[in-house]
């Protein structure tokens, strides 16, 4: 099947083939031709599965085929997501499969001032992506208007739920007219979940692609059992035998990967930190520079790093496993993304073997183990309770009302700086 089949105008074909894409990945065969007959869907496609140009482009197509009837440039897609770096990164597909179609669209997120964004929405926009915070600050200041939205987008829904955002999404759906089209993309589907799209989707088709804990044959999966101490001597010792050029690693805390972006500065390897603490400005700068390569390792926590898109990255590395399973499956779906092949290594501690059951146990497969030369772990070091980022732990997950409710034990680090009022 070839995306001309699916329906799509030649703009929209234009830019599709100005990215070299051969044909739609899976989800895009199954949810552009639903879409494109004003269904709500129900998706469960993760990032890498082509899932934002699976929306995006039946949108573009709507919004293309339905001259606005209420009025000239008023928003008539709405695209929300957990995270700033996964609205930008919406922002731009929106951008690139739309250059050759009228449209326009910002993305309205917090933590960068507020002003810029005024001005913006008030040239008129068709589409914004938003993360749900700042949107909200903008219906109070009536700096948007909302009640003609033609469609309403969720994006990684799951992680807006994680992170603390239903009270927001609610009030959201308060300012939006009540004939809609509704799309939600999760990649899980817990109660929550199921609860929230009760109430949100009319008559939704459920559209499943295989998830990437079932269908990771491209991303080779390794564990090096190593002890803690010697963990970042290990990592550079990797990254310089094999001259890896771009590697995404991830630890646990915030604090955890500012020291280690030093260490591995110091051990000759350029590296940049990327997590919620992190001004906008200085997580779009490390991300950009990792991008360009001038940056070899970027360190990140799990929620900075969701929705970081970066075509054929071949090293993901847990320097820390997520004491989350299912994080464990986000985080290596950075790399074999879109039929490239990739590899994700986890460096795992005595006191990290229940979150490795943990994570086996999730992904149905025992991960091969590899004990690096020089480096095998001292049998007589018993495991230790993990710290988990200390004075922040008490807090619970998600500074917005948080309603998390997945494990008692994760680290809220990342996420509550994230979701709390004054970062938004
Ligand atoms: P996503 O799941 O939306 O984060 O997309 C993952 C990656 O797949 C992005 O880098 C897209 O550019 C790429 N992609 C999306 N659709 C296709 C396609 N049909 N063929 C090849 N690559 C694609």
């Known amino acids: ?36 007959n004003k269904r709500d869907i129900l998706a469960g496609a993760q990032t890498g599965t082509g899932k934002t140009a699976g929306f995006t482009l039946p949108m573009l197509q709507l919004l293309h085929d339905h001259k ?45 001032k507020i002003n810029p964004q005024i001005a913006a929405l008030r040239k008129g926009m068709d589409i914004v992506v938003a993360t749900p915070g700042r949107l909200l600050d903008h ?20 992680r807006m739920l994680d992170m603390g955002f239903i009270n927001d999404i609610k009030k959201v759906l308060a300012v939006l007219p009540k004939q809609r089209q509704n799309l939600l993309f999760s990649a899980t ?9 009760d109430s949100l989707l009319n008559s939704p088709v459920l559209i499943e692609v295989a998830r990437r804990n079932q269908s990771s ?73 990792f991008k360009s390569g001038q940056v070899r390792v970027l360190v990140a926590t799990d929620i900075a790093a969701r ?13 820390e496993l997520p004491n989350v399973s299912e994080d464990y ?9 879109a039929g490239n092949n990739g590899e994700a290594m986890s460096l795992v501690c005595v006191d990290e073997n229940e979150f490795l059951a ?36 008490a807090k619970g997950g998600g500074g917005r009302g948080n309603s998390r409710n997945r494990n008692s034990n994760r680290n809220n680090n990342s996420r509550g700086a994230n979701s709390s009022r004054g970062r938004r």
């Open 217 to 289: 044959e491209q991303i080779k999966q390794v564990v090096h059992p190593v002890d803690k101490t010697r963990k970042r001597e290990l990592l550079t010792f990797l990254i310089k035998k094999d001259n890896w050029k771009q590697v995404l690693v991830f630890t646990r805390t915030k604090h955890g990967a500012n020291r280690l972006a030093g260490q591995l500065e110091k051990d000759g390897i350029t590296s940049a930190a990327i997590h919620g603490n992190k001004s906008q400005n200085a997580r779009t700068k490390a991300l950009a520079d």
């Open 68 to 112: 606005p009837t209420k009025g000239k440039h008023h928003v008539r897609a709405l695209i929300l997501t957990p995270t700033r770096e996964l609205a930008s990164q919406v922002q731009e597909s929106v951008e690139m499969y739309g250059k050759f179609l009228p449209f326009k669209s910002t993305v309205i997120f917090g933590g960068v």
């Open 189 to 197: 589907f817990s109660n929550e979940i199921k609860k929230l799209t």
């Open 358 to 393: 943990n994570i086996e146990k999730l992904i149905k497969k025992d991960i091969h183990k590899s004990v690096i030369k020089g480096f095998a772990p001292d049998p007589s070091i018993k495991a230790e309770p993990i710290n988990m980022g200390g004075g922040n732990r």
């Open 1 to 36: 099947m070839s995306f001309k089949n699916l329906g799509l105008c030649d703009q929209l074909l234009r830019a599709i083939k100005e990215q070299g894409y051969d044909e739609p990945t899976p989800v895009q065969k199954e949810a552009i031709p639903v879409i494109l």
């Open 329 to 337: 499956v986000h985080r290596i779906g950075r790399t074999g993304r």
């Open 307 to 319: 929705g970081i898109d970066i075509d054929q990255l071949p090293h993901v590395v847990n320097y």
């Open 139 to 158: 219906v109070s200041q009536k700096t948007i208007d909302l009640s003609k939205v033609d469609f309403l987008i969720l994006d990684e829904a799951d």
